[in-house]
């Protein structure tokens, strides 16, 4: 069930409806309804002199949430805070679930069903079990309609479902990556290290993403992930690189992870 609030340390992307000389004011996509302020503290790391060179009533803009005050209404935001690699994730993110919820509406108006109706009847129950309901039609086209049959969806909802998604879905993958450093002092530290990076790729939890670690430069290793989309993508990655860094840490080493 979607939240009527984001949540403190939240990525969320918006729309710049206003702009002041103190900040910006940003109407929240993903939260019909709900506003949040950009501080002009909080637009860049350096300083500004006009606010107005560095955002503009109408930009799209992708935000971290530093405050929530749920009584007052209040949702502080920082775009400074958001990283290259955060702002691409949750532009790739939107893009899905607005392609997501028009195959929604497109099921539903085949049932003669409102699009309303289509997120009560069965949009909540499938973005709760697959984390985003864009996963949902990826996974219908995979494993077909087996996939919801655990499920309390009606038939003539599995059946338009699977329908829509083979009709509009066509598998590509992505890729992400990242970097670990791993040192060792030890005598035998290559063959540490070399243990290390073996256990963390099996860390991978998923027969349909591919992880690749290769060698830069000692002590660094590029971890490359190829997934159906970021979000597993991610989530394996992270996977990967603390696995690797425990497996160090827990036999004298040290490592640490990070991206470019």
Partial sequence: MRRDFPE???????????????GAFVELLEYPGK??????????????KNIRDYIKKGQRVVAKVMRVNKEKGQIDLSLKRVTEQQKRAKVQEWKRFQRAEKMLEMAAQKLGKSLEEAWE????????EFGELY???EGLVIEGKDLLADLDIPQEWVDVLYEIAKENIELTNVKVEGFVELKSLAPNGVKIIKKALTNALKANPYEDVEVKITYVGSPKYRIEVIAPD????????????DKAIEYMEKHGGEGKFYRE
């Fill in 135 to 137: 996963s949902a039609f």
């Fill in 121 to 128: 009847e069965v949009g909540y129950l499938l973005e709760e």
């Fill in 8 to 22: 403190e340390g939240d990525i969320v992307i918006g729309t710049v409806i206003d702009v002041k000389p103190f």
């Fill in 230 to 241: 970021y979000k597993s993508g991610e989530e394996v990655l992270k996977k990967v690189a």
């Fill in 35 to 48: 506003e949040g302020m950009v501080h002009i503290s909080e637009v860049s790391s350096g300083w500004i």
